[in-house]
């Protein structure tokens, strides 16, 4: 356990943070929370992001989506986090897409994520995506540039 937190407080952290740094636009700090190389799965299939470039591929592709449904928010919930060792963390996430007035856009979603102790910091190395019937958000997750 570094820091001494919880595996739920690290990957609360990292959803809070992430989340917002999507929503605000802010791709420095949207980058800040994974490590590169970085793994995106879905449905769609796996891709690895090796650099800067290609997580803001992937950043402008989500954000792009968002703004074409009128999502103004999304929510992350944690189902589950825990330590696999002390510098590993496996968690589990639903997501639900927002538009304005609280309006549920598309089904919730789950998420798997492997969190990684790096450079004196937690970041996400890996994460699953249960996308069944989002095509379109499948594309956004596996953008290129």
Not at 95 to 123: C, N, T
Request: hydrophobic residues 45%.
């Amino acid at each position: 356990m570094q820091n001494g937190q919880s595996a739920l407080e690290v990957s609360n952290g990292l959803l809070e943070q992430s989340g917002a740094a999507m929503e605000a636009g802010d791709f420095d700090a949207f980058l800040s929370c994974f490590s590169l190389p970085f793994v995106i799965e879905t449905f769609a299939g796996k891709q690895l992001h090796r650099n800067r470039l290609e997580m803001k591929a992937v950043f402008d592709a989500v954000r792009d989506y968002r703004k074409a449904h009128a999502i103004v928010e999304t929510v992350r919930e944690n189902v589950n986090a825990e330590y696999v060792d002390e510098k590993t963390i496996a968690a589990t996430h639903v997501s639900r897409m927002l538009q304005e007035g609280h309006i549920l856009f598309g089904r919730p979603y789950a998420a798997y994520s492997v969190v990684k102790w790096e450079d004196k910091a937690w970041r996400i190395q890996y994460c699953q995506y249960a996308l069944e019937d989002n095509a379109q958000l499948n594309a956004a997750l596996h953008a290129r540039k």
